[in-house]
């Protein structure tokens, strides 16, 4: 699986909108982008994916270049209960049962983000 | 509650109890996997099962060993653990074991410390 990069912490005024980008430069045509977060101490939470199109449900929306070698995840009004950190993942879909790990999710660090009162 | 549960919530080992962690999930997946959350590190996989049967064991050392009676629930014998094996220990389900477009669903974990 592509390996993606994300800034290690971000702040975000309450009520605004929360833009958190990520790069994935080496994604591949099969691979789709995926968010999840985790809050303080509880297991992390899907909150939207897509592969090339954008993506909205009642958490998120999703943006993702034309090119796929980026997206950003949106949390339009944020509160103070989307403090988290958030993981962005690229995952291939259905990959081949030969290989191994690179079908599961595997997260790296993400962003901590703070949304400030 | 997000459809896995997860007990005990924290639990507190010395390092020669024999322990076990359990996982229900009711969501009518297939798949289950087993988490390892260290502090200050990303999620390790650990293991993963696909209509009861294991399909993945990360290189995890045999002091960790899982159950999966059925679908629906998933163990996690612990013996003679070591201090650094203290971490959140995370299960989730998946519709497949592959996971496609259905996403994972966790549990909030069970916070283990071994003394």
């Known amino acids: 699986d592509a390996k993606t990069t994300q800034p290690t912490s971000m702040d975000c005024a309450e009520g605004r909108a929360a833009n958190l980008p990520c790069n994935h430069s080496t994604i591949s045509g099969n691979e789709y982008v995926y968010w999840y977060r985790q809050i303080h101490s509880q297991g992390p939470q899907y909150i939207i994916h897509g592969l090339k199109n954008n993506e909205t449900n009642e958490m998120a929306s999703l943006i993702i270049t034309e090119d796929r070698k980026s997206s950003t995840l949106i949390l339009p009004h944020a509160t103070l209960r989307d403090t988290a950190v958030y993981y962005c993942?690229?995952?291939?879909?259905?990959?081949?049962?030969?290989?191994?790990?690179?079908?599961?999710?595997?997260f790296g660090s993400g962003t901590q983000l703070t949304v400030l009162p | 509650e997000t459809g896995v549960t997860q007990t005990p919530r924290h639990l507190v080992m010395g390092m020669t109890n024999k322990k076990s962690l359990k996982c229900e999930q009711h969501l009518g997946h297939n798949a289950m996997y087993w988490y390892k959350q260290s502090a200050k590190k990303p999620l390790e996989l650990m293991f993963v099962?696909?209509?009861?049967?294991?399909?993945e064991n990360n290189s995890v050392p045999s002091r960790f060993s899982p159950e999966c009676p059925n679908s629906s629930h998933l163990f996690l014998h612990l013996h003679t653990l070591q201090p650094e094996d203290s971490a959140l220990y995370l299960c989730?389900?998946?519709?497949?074991?592959?996971?496609?477009?259905?996403?994972?669903?966790f549990g909030s974990g069970t916070r283990l410390t071994v003394v």
């Open positions: 989730a389900s998946s519709q497949d074991f592959q996971g496609s477009n259905y996403g994972y669903t």
């Open positions: 099962y696909n209509f009861k049967e294991q399909t």
């Open positions: 993942i690229v995952r291939a879909d259905r990959p081949k049962i030969s290989s191994g790990s690179a079908r599961q999710l595997t």
